[in-house]
């Protein structure tokens, strides 16, 4: 019986670049940081993730008010979000969280909640770079307590951490401070208003910007923080680029701190803007 093979080196060929065309293919959720529609969920938090998962987001981040629920809560939370077929892949905390006597609860409820990162989304006040050193070892306390949980650490930068002190970066200091496994939350509005490039950033730090915060930012006191996602000058396509070649990314979120539409509105916007720039 006659058989036709294909060269042993064309095959090993052939395997060296299917990693990438997974890669290439690999989707990367599209989530919503609550706080876009924080107002509606203070008010119904169910019929707001409702909202948003009708509008067709596919994780939520809460933010620190969800420290306050009970286990008990967190459950009816839980089954809310796997009714609806989305998940939280992460929550946004304040350094409270990050404490000793409450790092315990706040594993407690990420892991109900299914999230696999508990981001410190403020450091509170802090005194110079050593100050930040010492925010790193607390996040590096707090990722070797999440771990036996399969829980990552993480830390969400604003602003302060991306403005020079005596000529270095508070976020140089964490990057380079901390475990390999702390992920770098990148919003990435934040990082442009500060003057930094956030495609630099992203392959500075290969596969530690697992997530991001596509917030926007444009110049002048009508737009700031209030123009919508991708109606900026932002460059987009090469930031996400940037994050799936080597940032690591695992999923992106939308935020939004207001805009000239209603809070629904606006995310709504935002997510149809994210559709046409990915085609």
């Known amino acids: 019986m006659h058989s036709q093979s294909i060269p042993r080196r064309t095959l090993l060929s052939l395997a060296a670049t299917l990693p990438l065309a997974i890669a290439k293919d690999k989707h990367i959720p599209i989530g919503v940081e609550l706080y876009s529609v924080r107002d509606e969920l203070k008010q119904d938090l169910m019929a707001t993730v ?8 596919e994780c939520v981040e809460f933010f620190s008010p969800y420290f306050e629920w009970t286990p008990g809560y967190a459950k009816e939370v839980r089954k809310l979000l796997d009714d609806l077929g989305i998940k939280c892949l992460s929550t946004h905390n304040g350094a409270k969280s990050f404490l ?31 100050g930040w050193k010492a925010v790193a070892e607390r996040l590096n306390v ?5 771990k036996p949980a399969g829980i990552r650490a993480g830390f969400h930068n604003h602003q302060t951490e991306f403005t020079p002190i005596d000529g270095t970066r508070p976020i140089e200091i964490l990057a380079k401070n901390t475990a390999k496994h702390v992920t770098l939350q990148l919003d990435v509005g934040t990082c442009i208003h500060a003057g930094s ?5 992203i392959e500075s730090n290969p596969g530690r910007i697992t997530s991001l915060h596509l917030k926007d930012w444009a110049p002048g006191d009508a737009n700031g923080y209030r123009v919508l996602f991708g109606e900026s000058q932002t460059p987009w396509k090469k930031i996400l680029q940037a994050a799936e070649k080597s940032g690591g990314v695992e999923f992106c979120l939308i935020e939004q701190e207001g805009s000239a539409y209603s809070p629904m509105e606006t995310v709504a916007r935002c997510l149809a803007n994210y559709k046409k720039l990915r085609g």
């Open 142 to 146: 707090g990722a070797g307590k999440m």
């Open 100 to 130: 000793p006597e409450h790092l315990p609860h706040a594993i407690e409820l990420n892991q109900i909640l299914g999230s696999k990162f508990i981001i410190m989304a403020s450091a509170g006040k802090v005194e110079g770079l050593d």
């Open 50 to 57: 409702r909202a948003v998962a009708k509008i067709g987001y």
């Open 197 to 201: 490039d956030p495609v630099k950033w």
